[in-house]
């Protein structure tokens, strides 16, 4: 986890702080599935800009995942490029829209932010191809290798343990 500590950096208004930071990716889960980043961690460009009433942050990286096809489960690479900003007012007042919720006691939780800030950027549904058709309901076979349809009375698994039993009478 990658926690950026803010105790340091004391700026006036209108000042700006920038530096590169290395940045701990985390695994995202979505639909179910583990999207993994590779590589975990990333050189990401940190941007702390003080203004009146309060901070900007922006955080800039590019980031890779793996993980699988939403519909045929193949290995999926993913890549993202994140632009995120949150603002922190000096004095929030317990309004949460003034808060970011990345900073605590005088630091910033990067890989929080960075993970919900990738997550917010990924497509709902993970696709190895935007045509991909999938696995078959029937039998599992990936349709995108072998295309095929199974005629109804076969597709029914309600028929299939009949004619089982009907077998073994
Ligand atoms: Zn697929
Ligand atoms: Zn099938």
């Not at 800009?49 to 793996?66: C, D, I, N, Q, Y």
């Not at 096809?69 to 004095?91: G, K």
């Not at 919900?116 to 029937?138: Q, R």
Request: proline share 7%; with cysteine.
């Amino acid at each position: 986890m990658t926690v950026f500590s803010l105790r340091n950096v004391r700026l006036r208004t209108g000042e700006q702080f920038r530096d590169e930071v290395e940045v701990q990716l985390e695994p995202l889960a979505l639909g179910g599935a583990e999207y993994l980043p590779v590589p975990a961690t990333v050189p990401a460009q940190l941007t702390i800009t003080k203004a009146t009433s309060g901070s900007v942050f922006e955080l800039s990286f590019r980031a890779r995942l793996h993980g699988p096809c939403f519909r045929c489960l193949r290995d999926t690479v993913v890549d993202e490029s994140v632009n995120a900003r949150e603002y922190q007012a000096s004095n929030p007042d317990g309004d949460p829209e003034l808060e970011s919720p990345y900073v605590a006691d005088d630091a910033l939780d990067l890989s929080a932010w960075a993970r919900d800030a990738l997550a917010l950027g990924l497509p709902d549904k993970i696709l190895h191809s935007p045509d991909c058709a999938g696995l078959c309901f029937v039998c599992g076979k990936d349709l995108n290798e072998e295309p095929h349809t199974h005629d109804e009375a076969e597709a029914d698994p309600r028929w299939a343990a009949l004619d089982e039993l009907r077998g073994k009478l």
